[in-house]
């Protein structure tokens, strides 16, 4: 299967701060999606982002799939931003999705 | 937010025994997941749907069998479970294999 490595596997902020999460891929993908899994454990979907430029409020996604990797920026970071963020790929077969392991953020009052 | 449930949500088991984990939707998606949660390791793919009676092998598929004989339940069965199964077990759906997919809240399993 596709390897997914992600970094920083933790990270911790002052509330205010930014931060650049990173993904990358071992092989072309047909569909990539960051997750947030709040502290309660449940799963949000964030972004579809197979390539190019997304951006929701306060979090923006950016996917290079030819050089496969996709970042994930939080700006003004709050307490509620803390949790997991994950990032999965499709792989060409479709319908086989990949996790990685995930970055655990905690935002500091 | 997508209408997904889980039934149990907690469960506790012996070693041994069959177990059988729901997950229904009511949003007529057509593609519906099965993943496994542990520490290190993310998520990882057990089973999956393409419509009824349709379905196929993830990464990580010994031990379990799944079935979907209406659109809206998707079934995971441990026949015999081990203590290696302990996990959280998480449904997802979505409309199409290249499309956003929704997850449900989860099923905490120990199994003793």
């Known amino acids: 299967g596709i390897q997914v490595e992600q970094s920083p596997p933790d990270l911790i902020l002052q509330e205010g701060a930014n931060s650049t999460l990173r993904c990358n891929f071992s092989?072309?993908?047909?569909?990539l999606q960051w997750f947030h899994q709040n502290p309660w454990g449940q799963l949000i979907n964030l972004f579809y982002i197979p390539s190019g430029t997304k951006q929701n409020g306060r979090l923006s996604a950016t996917t290079v799939a030819t050089e496969r990797y996709s970042l994930l920026y939080i700006s003004s970071s709050q307490t509620t931003d803390s949790g997991v963020y994950f990032c999965a790929v499709e792989s060409p077969n479709f319908n086989k999705f990949y996790f990685g392991s995930g970055t655990k953020l905690n935002v500091k009052p | 937010d997508a209408g997904i449930t889980q039934s149990p949500r907690h469960k506790v088991t012996e070693t041994g025994t069959p177990v059988t984990l729901r997950c229904h939707q009511t949003e007529n998606h057509r593609y519906m997941y099965w993943y496994r949660q542990d520490p290190g390791h993310g998520l990882r793919l057990i089973h999956y749907?393409?419509?009824?009676?349709?379905?196929d092998k993830g990464e990580v598929s010994d031990g379990y069998s799944v079935s979907r004989s209406k659109t809206e339940d998707f079934l995971l069965t441990l026949e015999s479970a081990t203590s290696s199964q302990t996990s959280v077990y998480f449904c997802a759906i979505s409309e199409r294999p290249q499309e956003t997919q929704y997850f449900g809240p989860g099923t905490r399993l120990l199994v003793l």
């Open positions: 749907s393409y419509g009824v009676k349709d379905t």
């Open positions: 092989d072309s993908v047909n569909n």
